[in-house]
């Protein structure tokens, strides 16, 4: 980083790297590319701002461009906390999942709807893997077609109805749940990346 | 609590609240990098916000898909990123500055009128 970010003096080069200590500590949730990214941005700016600092020495030129970049909470928080919860409900995680429809869900009447055809979905996925999972213990937990070509999920046997598959019932069940829960998080960040605030 | 007191507290909410809109502005002219937008901002508008909190809003400008960025290392001095609007950001700018125009206009009026 010194070759990147000539600091001179010795009390300088201290100031610099704790200021760097703390942006590594306080982007270490990130992935690596993300901290990276934003540590090496911010290490601009303070580098930048420095430069053009009117003090005589270096290390209040820097504690000077420090001050002015505010509190690192302040600005290194909501980047984190908006980075994390996007890649969380990237990669399945419920909790950030219902978060991202919620904060989604108020953006607007178009994405309002979307996020309820979204909920709808993640809401049918999980009751479709609760039911495969449950018709291991019980073979009437299952999908059960009518003469008339209506058909019902149902967790007991259908009068004057047909069960579907009932021995591959929850197989089919597991495999179609997962991914529709993958293909709906897919949906989800699409949603998220392509939504205004 | 003085008017002055709530004047204080008031100017910059208020101005916070234009930054996206301003930032906008200013990537329109061309492409900027940090630092420079955060002195470029302090200068033609007096607002006094922390440098840093530039970046969250920046970077949700990005996500949203009104910017886009390119890091540029230069042969002498420090890697910089720069932000350049996108057909996006331009669309959104102009109904941005419809918005504001409209607002602007209304609130002249009661302004003039009281």
Same mark, same amino acid.
């Given at each position: 980083?010194?070759?990147?970010?000539?600091?001179?003096?010795?009390?300088?080069?201290?100031?610099?790297?704790?200021?760097?200590?703390?942006?590594?500590?306080?982007?270490?949730?990130?992935?690596?590319?993300?901290?990276?990214?934003?540590?090496?941005?911010?290490?601009?700016?303070?580098?930048?701002?420095?430069?053009?600092?009117?003090?005589?020495?270096?290390? &209040?030129?820097?504690?000077?461009? &420090?001050?002015?970049?505010?509190?690192?909470?302040?600005?290194?928080?909501?980047?984190?906390?908006?980075?994390?919860?996007?890649?969380?409900?990237?990669?399945?995680?419920?909790?950030?999942?219902?978060?991202?429809?919620?904060?989604?869900?108020?953006?607007?009447?178009?994405?309002?709807?979307?996020?309820?055809?979204?909920?709808?979905?993640?809401?049918?996925?999980?009751? &479709?893997?609760?039911?495969?999972?449950?018709?291991?213990?019980?073979?009437?937990?299952?999908?059960?077609?009518?003469?008339?070509?209506?058909?019902?999920?149902?967790?007991?046997?259908?009068?004057?109805?047909?069960?579907?598959?009932?021995?591959?019932?929850?197989?089919?069940?597991?495999?179609?749940?997962?991914?529709?829960?993958?293909?709906?998080?897919?949906?989800?960040?699409?949603?998220?990346?392509?939504?205004?605030? | 609590?003085?008017?002055?007191?709530?004047?204080?507290?008031?100017?910059?909410?208020?101005?916070?609240?234009?930054?996206?809109?301003?930032?906008?502005?200013?990537?329109?002219?061309?492409?900027?990098?940090?630092?420079?937008?955060?002195?470029?901002?302090?200068?033609?508008?007096?607002?006094?916000?922390?440098?840093?909190?530039?970046?969250?809003?920046?970077?949700?400008?990005?996500?949203?898909?009104? /910017?886009?960025?390119?890091?540029?290392?230069?042969? /002498?001095?420090?890697?910089?990123?720069?932000?350049?609007?996108?057909?996006?950001?331009?669309?959104?700018?102009?109904?941005?500055?419809?918005?504001?125009?409209?607002?602007?206009?209304?609130?002249?009026?009661? /302004?003039?009128?009281?």
């Amino acid at each position: 980083m010194n070759e990147t970010f000539p600091i001179k003096t010795g009390v300088a080069q201290k100031v610099w790297q704790n200021f760097d200590r703390e942006l590594i500590y306080k982007l270490r949730p990130l992935p690596k590319a993300e901290q990276q990214d934003i540590r090496l941005e911010i290490l601009s700016h303070l580098y930048d701002s420095a430069l053009n600092d009117n003090a005589d020495s270096e290390e &209040i030129r820097l504690i000077n461009a &420090i001050a002015r970049l505010g509190d690192p909470d302040d600005y290194l928080q909501p980047l984190v906390a908006e980075i994390l919860l996007m890649q969380k409900a990237i990669k399945g995680h419920p909790l950030a999942i219902t978060k991202s429809l919620f904060i989604n869900a108020q953006k607007g009447l178009i994405n309002a709807l979307l996020t309820l055809l979204l909920g709808i979905g993640y809401f049918w996925i999980v009751m &479709i893997f609760l039911m495969a999972v449950m018709h291991f213990g019980d073979a009437d937990i299952g999908l059960w077609f009518y003469d008339s070509g209506d058909f019902a999920l149902s967790f007991e046997a259908q009068p004057g109805a047909v069960q579907w598959q009932p021995k591959w019932f929850s197989v089919i069940g597991l495999a179609v749940s997962i991914s529709g829960y993958y293909l709906l998080n897919t949906l989800l960040s699409k949603l998220l990346l392509k939504s205004k605030t | 609590m003085g008017s002055d007191k709530i004047i204080e507290r008031w100017v910059p909410q208020f101005r916070k609240g234009l930054l996206e809109f301003i930032i906008l502005l200013k990537l329109q002219q061309g492409a900027i990098y940090g630092y420079e937008l955060a002195i470029e901002i302090k200068k033609l508008t007096s607002i006094e916000v922390a440098e840093g909190t530039l970046y969250p809003l920046l970077n949700r400008l990005k996500r949203d898909g009104l /910017v886009t960025t390119e890091w540029q290392t230069a042969e /002498v001095g420090t890697p910089r990123k720069y932000y350049k609007i996108t057909t996006l950001g331009l669309e959104t700018l102009t109904k941005m500055k419809t918005v504001w125009t409209n607002t602007h206009s209304s609130i002249l009026n009661m /302004v003039m009128q009281s």
